[in-house]
């Protein structure tokens, strides 16, 4: 997924994002530790999704307290 599409998403659509994400990765970890997780990468690309989902958010919430003091 690729920072850009993320942008263009409201704040509860990225917040319902990172749930789901989260709920991912949670699935692959156990996935793994069974021995059924079938693409490892899988992990590597869901936990760089999270850190785009919450980047953004974070620049959302860094814009809008900068936009509050002035």
């Known amino acids: 997924m690729k920072a850009l599409e993320l942008r263009n998403l409201t ?6 994002r990172f749930k789901d994400l989260r709920t991912e990765l949670f699935n692959l970890r156990f996935q793994s530790i069974t021995g059924q997780l ?11 999704d999270i850190a ?4 953004i958010l ?3 919430e860094l814009s809008e ?3 509050g003091v002035k």
């Open 38 to 48: 079938g693409n490892p990468k899988r992990i590597k690309m869901v936990k760089k």
């Open 52 to 55: 785009r989902v919450k980047t």
């Open 65 to 67: 307290e900068k936009q």
């Open 11 to 16: 704040n509860e659509e990225l917040n319902q």
């Open 58 to 60: 974070r620049e959302r």
